[in-house]
């Protein structure tokens, strides 16, 4: 599908600040399933490195481009966002990179759908079945066999992917979104540094965990997240939407170079019925 300009970007800076953030993106999971399972880091400390490296690189990124636009976040939203960030990290103990990118994703995208719908927007017959076709992939992932994920571990992922979907809407018209994403990454390192506090008695760090979790917020989140707001007003509603398909797929590519995960018969059956339905309803919602 190519990208539509909407702004003054020429397409190959549109095209390579896309693929830069979809490669962001599908590197945090990478990074965090890494760290989980090759260094001896726990989830709530990869979690809390993760929100603080973020915040003080979307700080430093506001800092930067001293702008006059408006948004500062806020506590409701922030909650949603440290529930996501948590919910990933303790989903990927068990769960492979590919598995729980895909999970993510769809959770993300049936809660903005599901929100849609609840509104009073209407699906067409077409974005209907592909609803129906994605909710199908998502129960077909989990049937019992030899290659179903674990159930906690995808419970807290579709968990993170519903938190992502709700910080997601709220974010809608709420001012300048890498702005608001700053303000709302500061107020989860008090949430993060509770967590932490909480599951003291079990933590443990590594050098090698600490930086995949500066890595993980630094670059595949904050400057992740700044470059993608930058190309997304350059992009179709329905582009910018679609093109976000690639991450699950990345996600998988990274898993299968860097950490040897197998990529299972069911997961690819699961992956092109979940995208594939995700496509069918965001392809058509222009025209709705």
Request: glycine fraction near 12%; aromatic fraction near 10%.
């Amino acid at each position: 599908m190519g990208l539509t300009v909407r702004n003054n970007m020429s397409y190959a800076h549109i095209v390579a600040l896309t693929s830069l953030a979809m490669i962001a993106f599908a590197g945090n999971s990478l990074l965090c399933r890494v760290a989980l399972k090759q260094t001896s880091i726990d989830a709530a400390s990869f979690t809390a490195i993760r929100l603080l490296s973020g915040a003080i690189t979307l700080w430093l990124v506001v800092r930067m481009r001293n702008g006059t636009q408006s948004g500062r976040g806020n506590w409701i939203s922030s909650f949603a966002l440290f529930a996501y960030a948590a919910g990933f990290s303790f989903a990927y103990i068990t769960l492979p990179t590919a598995t729980g990118a895909l999970l993510i994703f769809g959770a993300v995208q049936a809660t903005m759908i599901g929100y849609g719908i609840w509104v009073g927007e209407r699906l067409l017959k077409r974005q209907t079945v592909g609803l129906v076709l994605a909710i199908s992939g998502i129960v077909g992932l989990f049937l019992p066999g030899l290659s179903a994920p674990p159930l906690m571990g995808s419970l807290l992922m579709l968990g993170a992917g519903i938190a992502w979907g709700i910080y997601s809407i709220r974010g809608k018209g709420a001012g300048d979104p890498t702005r608001v994403t700053a303000g709302n990454f500061l107020r989860t390192i008090p949430i993060a540094g509770a967590l932490s506090a909480l599951t003291f008695h079990s933590s443990s760090l590594d050098s090698a965990g600490f930086w995949y979790a500066v890595l993980s917020g630094a670059l595949a989140s904050g400057i992740g997240y700044a470059v993608w707001y930058t190309v997304v007003p350059a992009l179709k509603a329905t582009s910018a939407a679609t093109v976000q398909l690639s991450v699950p797929v990345i996600a998988a590519l990274g898993g299968a170079v860097f950490l040897a995960e197998p990529i299972t018969l069911r997961l690819i059956v699961a992956s092109i019925a979940i995208l594939g339905g995700i496509s069918l309803v965001i392809r058509n919602k222009s025209h709705t």
